[in-house]
């Protein structure tokens, strides 16, 4: 049994890294005191940070990409600390970086409490990044990461509305899909959960949905955010029949708790009414579509 931790987390305004640097550690705190061992932050999270710039950067989004890309390594310097002290993994919440060429992606890093950290990139980008962003969609690849305890995978937000990814992982043999999410609208949010569901039924595995929370009008980034923190598995034996093993109150910040059975996952896997990652091979292939003009 291993407990984990979704974070709703409120994108708040910060006078100074101390503050966010303290609002960090008490998040952190709160979920290794009540015993979890994965804890989960959305994407865009600490893009909070954007609150450090000058107001008028923070309220253009191409400006802030470059020194939000700056803080990128005191950012990781600060939640490796945190999961060494406390004991747990912790997905940060993502932010903009530069990756290995120089790109600027959405990146979310993955921090454990002995190892160094591991990452993944958003490969598809929404309608907003690509209209109204300087950011460009991450390596065309997907990291599973063994803790020891699980396998875990990561989908950041839209990703989740595609199932490629989630199938590449679970055929590696994830048990865990971790979502980060940040969405403005209601719709936004169902988009996001639906998919986490989805990808937890044709995967056969758990899914853990992190939102952000709370209106920043003084962010161009994440000025709205709508969601509820929730974990999710295949609707199958011995999990809940609606796949909602739990599920926070939409937009009310705060830790969404699950104490995930992997060995009812691997039972579930063996016998269960449902064997979908056993039987992709079977999917009919569609022929190729003919056109008719009239």
């Not at 923190?229 to 609606?242: K, R, V």
């Not at 739990?246 to 579930?268: I, N, R």
């Amino acid at each position: 049994m291993i407990r984990v931790a979704s974070a709703a987390w409120p994108i708040d305004r910060h006078p100074d890294w101390a503050s966010y640097a303290a609002k960090l550690e008490a998040w952190v705190a709160e979920a290794a005191g009540n015993g979890a061992r994965l804890l989960v932050f959305p994407e865009y999270g600490n893009m909070e940070l954007a609150s450090l710039l000058d107001p008028a950067i923070a309220l253009d989004a191409a400006a802030q990409v470059e020194p939000l890309a700056d803080m990128a390594g005191d950012v990781a310097r600060l939640h490796s600390d945190l999961a060494r002290r406390h004991a747990v993994h912790i997905l940060a919440g993502s932010m903009v970086e530069r990756d290995e060429r120089g790109r600027i992606v959405n990146r979310a890093r993955l921090f454990g409490p002995e190892s160094g950290a591991g990452f993944q990139d958003k490969l598809i980008l929404t309608m907003w990044e690509r209209t109204h962003w300087t950011i460009e969609p991450g390596a065309p690849q997907v990291t599973l990461f063994d803790l020891g305890f699980a396998k875990v995978g990561v989908i950041i937000c839209y990703d989740s509305e595609f199932p490629a990814a989630a199938q590449a992982l679970a055929a590696a043999g994830a048990d865990i899909l971790l979502i980060p999410s940040c969405t403005d609208s209601l719709a936004g949010y169902w988009r996001v959960r639906i998919g986490a569901m989805a990808r937890a039924l044709e995967a056969q595995c758990f899914t853990v949905q992190s939102p952000t929370v709370g209106a920043a009008p003084w962010s161009a980034v994440v000025d709205a955010n709508v969601g509820a923190g929730g974990i999710f598995a295949p609707p199958d034996l011995g999990m809940p029949a609606d796949g909602v093993v739990a599920l926070g109150e939409l937009d009310t910040p705060g830790w969404t708790y699950a104490d995930l059975d992997l060995d009812a996952l691997a039972e579930l896997r063996r016998s269960g009414a449902v064997r979908g990652p056993a039987h992709w091979g079977e999917q009919p292939q569609a022929p190729p579509l003919q056109l008719s003009i009239r």
